[in-house]
């Protein structure tokens, strides 16, 4: 139940996130629900006990970024836009207010470790998207050029 519950928090999270940036239509639902699978991919990668921290967040990123490139070719709009709202709930903000909690009250070790962790997760998420929009990125180059040998 918990996992619903979080899934759905992410869809309204998402939701919120992408009308401040002024996303209408069918970009602002389909954006919502790229947030609710982004949330529902990473639950799920965690209730793999043997899992490193780090990897449900990859296969979240991947997911989530496979979801907006899809999306942005099925409407016809940038995949950021996609991308951006439904990355909302994968942000490691809790991290990054813990960090500067711990900063602020003077923890040095406590601060390094809760940083460090936010940074990989960041980082985690970022190459999780990078690989994807490469290989996507990728195929578009060739149909490209075949249909200039064509020609």
Do not use: C, D, W
Request: proline share 3%; aromatic share 16%; net charge neutral.
């Amino acid at each position: 139940m918990e996992i619903i519950q979080s899934t759905f928090f992410a869809l309204i999270a998402s939701f919120a996130f992408m009308i401040v940036f002024e996303v209408r239509g069918k970009a602002l639902l389909i954006g919502s629900i790229g947030g609710a699978i982004s949330q529902l991919s990473l639950e799920l990668g965690q209730l793999v006990e043997y899992f490193h921290f780090l990897v449900p967040y990859f296969f979240a990123a991947l997911i989530l970024t496979l979801y907006s490139e899809v999306m942005a070719r099925v409407i016809k709009k940038p995949a950021t836009v996609f991308l951006i709202g439904a990355l909302f709930p994968l942000v490691p903000g809790t991290g990054i207010y813990q960090s500067m909690v711990y900063f602020v009250e003077g923890q040095q070790g406590a601060f390094f470790r809760e940083l460090q962790q936010t940074l990989a997760i960041t980082g985690t998420l970022a190459m999780g998207i990078m690989i994807v929009s490469v290989i996507f990125r990728n195929f578009r180059l060739r149909s490209y050029f075949k249909e200039e040998e064509q020609n």
